[in-house]
T-cell receptor, first 113, second 111 residues
């Protein structure tokens, strides 16, 4: 079954507000997590990653939080802009090996003017 | 630096026809992957190659074959296309236990 999932298929936020996209995973052995952004007609683009020995990592306007106790991952986008409109996927590396990532179904982030 | 390049971008096939999707990466990555993406769903792994000379099945391998031609190239073949294989196909590559980088996708329609 699906080991990585999203809580909401669509998230609508006002431009300038902060966005929080959530993700649950079920495999406690996963040791690496990634957030991707996918714009219409394009391939998934890496945003930020985090390893299981961390609980927070910050990038430019983005923060990923990892709560291993409840197997929860979130992506926070500060001061959301129109260009942030896309589908966001979380992904986990279930066995820490080279056999690919398992993806959630994605959350469509819609920016309201 | 082109990253991951896949061809063709668009293709329409008739049921029963065969075709090969080509993929090449210039990042010297060991591992390469083929995913498919269907409406409202995440990416599902078809096949992967952990290193040159090896290939393994992913979640949805039926109806597909792959060839790891060399370290740079990893092709996906549909021997007898079916409408259920209408999808967007993404090739990807990575260095082990790090980020996977994706190509721009190949839109395939089987009629």
């Amino acid at each position: 079954g699906e080991s990585v999932g999203l809580h909401l298929p669509t998230l609508s936020v006002q431009e300038g507000d902060n966005s929080i996209i959530n993700c649950a995973y079920s495999n406690s052995a996963s040791d690496y997590f990634i957030w991707y952004k996918q714009e219409s007609g394009k391939g998934p683009q890496f945003i930020i990653d985090i390893r299981s020995n961390m609980d927070k990592r910050q990038g430019q306007r983005v923060t990923v939080l990892l709560n291993k106790t409840v197997k929860h991952l979130s992506l926070q986008i500060a001061a959301t802009q129109p260009g942030d409109s896309a589908v966001y996927f979380c992904a986990e590396n279930p066995r820490g090996g080279a056999d690919g990532l398992t993806f959630g179904k994605g959350t469509h982030l819609i920016i309201q003017p | 630096n082109a990253g991951v390049t896949q061809t063709p971008k668009f293709q329409v096939l008739k049921t029963g026809q065969s075709m090969t999707l080509q993929c090449a990466q210039d990042m010297n990555h060991n591992s390469m992957y083929w995913y498919r993406q269907d409406p409202g769903m995440g990416l599902r792994l078809i096949y992967y190659s952990a290193s040159e000379g090896t290939t393994d099945k992913g979640e949805v391998p039926n109806g597909y074959n792959v060839s790891r031609l060399n370290k740079r190239e990893f092709s996906l073949r549909l021997e007898s296309a079916a409408p259920s294989q209408t999808s967007v196909y993404f090739c990807a590559s990575r260095i082990q236990q790090n980020t996977i980088y994706f190509g721009e996708g190949s839109w395939l329609t089987v009629v």
